[in-house]
């Protein structure tokens, strides 16, 4: 009987170290995979956003939220802005510069509803 407790001891001895060391060397490699991919992570190029644009047409009647959405200001944004945001609008839209006179119109008239100075007939068009 002590033969084979002695032999069960032995058997035990010797398979606990090989678990701790597989157990090690499982977490050693694992720890090394993760590092590995959270520098991939880090190194990956920076994607922009793609910005979504206003999917409908024109309303009847150009409200705050519209002219704001033309512009690409805020419905409250200060007059500062409004100006900087139509300039920037109307350069890349001119009629002069090969723009449509309708979009000019329009982003006229944005510039108009959120300074205040609405027109009473809407848009020319």
Same mark, same amino acid.
């Given at each position: 009987?002590?033969?084979i407790l002695s032999c069960f001891v032995d058997q035990a001895s010797v398979t606990s170290p090989f678990v701790v060391g597989a157990t090690v060397a499982a977490a050693a490699l694992g720890g090394r995979y993760m590092? =590995?991919?959270w520098q991939a992570f880090k190194a990956r190029p920076a994607i922009p956003?793609?910005?979504r644009f206003y999917p409908g047409g024109?309303?009847?009647a150009m409200t705050r939220r519209e002219a704001a959405l033309i512009l690409g200001v805020r419905e409250h944004a200060a007059m500062q802005k409004i100006k900087e945001a139509y300039?920037?609008?109307?350069a890349a839209?001119?009629?002069? =510069?090969g723009g449509s006179q309708y979009l000019a119109s329009k982003i006229n008239e944005a510039k108009d509803v959120l300074?205040?100075?609405t027109r009473g007939s809407g848009?020319?068009?």
């Amino acid at each position: 009987m002590t033969e084979i407790l002695s032999c069960f001891v032995d058997q035990a001895s010797v398979t606990s170290p090989f678990v701790v060391g597989a157990t090690v060397a499982a977490a050693a490699l694992g720890g090394r995979y993760m590092i =590995a991919a959270w520098q991939a992570f880090k190194a990956r190029p920076a994607i922009p956003r793609i910005r979504r644009f206003y999917p409908g047409g024109f309303q009847p009647a150009m409200t705050r939220r519209e002219a704001a959405l033309i512009l690409g200001v805020r419905e409250h944004a200060a007059m500062q802005k409004i100006k900087e945001a139509y300039r920037r609008v109307v350069a890349a839209n001119h009629p002069d =510069a090969g723009g449509s006179q309708y979009l000019a119109s329009k982003i006229n008239e944005a510039k108009d509803v959120l300074m205040g100075k609405t027109r009473g007939s809407g848009s020319a068009f």
